[in-house]
């Protein structure tokens, strides 16, 4: 079954350093996401991606965050200046055409398993 | 170490009993509503949805029902099995013109007892 899948499973890094955190989406997936989840608390939106552009984003998704799709098949998040409350489980997601796939109609996120991000 | 934040609502059943996960959302608007499980160390798996203009789906082994008057939503799993501990989110989702928008609940962890 294709997979969304993501690297590193688990980065731990000093407050003010840059974080890259890689995903590659199901091949054939056309829109792009990235979730997180800081511990114990809900899955939060923070990035929808497609056709190269960023589709929409929230509030979390500030200037210090950037998606891009550099090769076609990878989709990254960078975080260019890490604070301690980016600390997270990031989640990648990848979707096909918008309004299809789930049975009742929605469009079905896969997400990958995350990486976990540890700003010390 | 100790888990900080870590207070979902817990619901334990015995194996084999059916289990009811509620679900209250927020957003009228909301095109679809979607149950995911999600396990230890892993990503939110799909588990079923339901259009904003039913009240009813089943799956296998899952039924959700949609009450639009008071918000609420809810998950059935008939004859819960070891393999269903998780926890359980409900998500509304927006179609927008760039995909889709997921808003999360706070989750429910599922306990099963043998």
């Known amino acids: 079954e294709p997979e969304v899948t993501q690297t590193p499973s688990h980065q731990v890094t000093q407050m003010g350093q840059e974080v890259i955190l890689r995903c590659v989406p199901i091949s054939n997936h056309l829109y792009f996401y990235w979730y997180r989840q800081i511990l114990g608390q809900k899955v939060e939106f923070l990035v929808s991606?497609?056709?190269?552009?960023?589709?929409?984003k929230s509030e979390i998704f500030d200037d210090q965050f950037s998606v891009e799709r550099p090769d076609g098949s990878n989709f990254t998040l960078k975080i260019r200046s890490t604070k301690l409350e980016d600390s997270a489980m990031y989640f990648c997601?990848?979707?096909?055409?918008?309004?299809?796939?789930?049975?009742?109609?929605?469009?079905?996120?896969?997400f990958g398993a995350g990486s976990r991000l540890t700003v010390l | 170490g100790e888990s900080v934040g870590l207070h979902l609502p817990t619901l334990s059943v015995q194996e084999g009993d059916n289990s009811i996960i509620n679900c209250a959302y927020s957003?009228?608007?909301?095109?679809?509503f979607i149950w995911y499980k999600q396990e230890s160390g892993k990503g939110p798996q799909f588990i079923i949805d339901i259009r904003s203009n039913m009240d009813k789906r089943q799956g296998q082994r899952v039924t959700v029902l949609l009450n639009k008057t008071v918000k609420h939503l809810s998950l059935q799993i008939a004859a819960t099995q070891p393999g269903d501990s998780a926890v359980y989110f409900c998500a509304e989702n927006i179609l927008t013109g760039g995909g889709n928008k997921l808003t999360f609940g706070t989750g429910t962890q599922l306990k099963v007892e043998l």
């Open positions: 991606f497609y056709n190269n552009e960023i589709s929409e």
């Open positions: 997601a990848s979707s096909d055409i918008s309004g299809t796939g789930g049975l009742g109609g929605a469009n079905v996120l896969t």
């Open positions: 957003n009228s608007a909301s095109d679809y």
